[in-house]
Nanobody, 122 residues
């Protein structure tokens, strides 16, 4: 069974930090790009960050989080992380983990996590 299980969300004061985790199972994690999306109430789902299956090459960050958020992965643990620093109220959203097969694999698949709530409260 393919699973993307997220944790680490919660309530945090503006300017604080959180680290989201997404533990993957049921697919070859090391051959997938991983990303984090977020969706605030009444807004479109937004790509926050993406990490390749290489050594940090070609990673992507949305302009709104660049310099504050860092995406990383541990292939031994099949886990992708999102370190969120200097949090703002506008960062409040449900954060989703996404896996997509790397371009060099034959079979292409996309998987989504269940989402975890992050709330910044002033």
């Amino acid at each position: 069974q393919v699973q993307l299980v997220e944790s680490g969300g919660g309530l945090v004061q503006p300017g604080g930090s959180l680290r989201l985790s997404c533990v993957a199972s049921g697919f070859p994690f090391g051959r997938y790009y991983m990303s984090w999306y977020r969706q605030a109430p009444g807004k479109e789902r937004e790509l926050v960050a993406e990490i390749t299956n290489r050594f940090g090459t070609g990673n992507y960050y949305a302009d709104s989080v660049k310099g504050r958020f860092t995406i990383s992965r541990d292939n031994w643990k099949s886990t992708v992380y999102l370190q969120m620093n200097s949090l703002k109220p506008d960062d409040t959203a449900v954060y989703y983990c996404k896996a997509v097969s790397a371009p060099d694999v034959v079979s292409q698949y996309t998987y989504w996590g269940q989402g975890t709530q992050v709330t910044d409260s002033s």
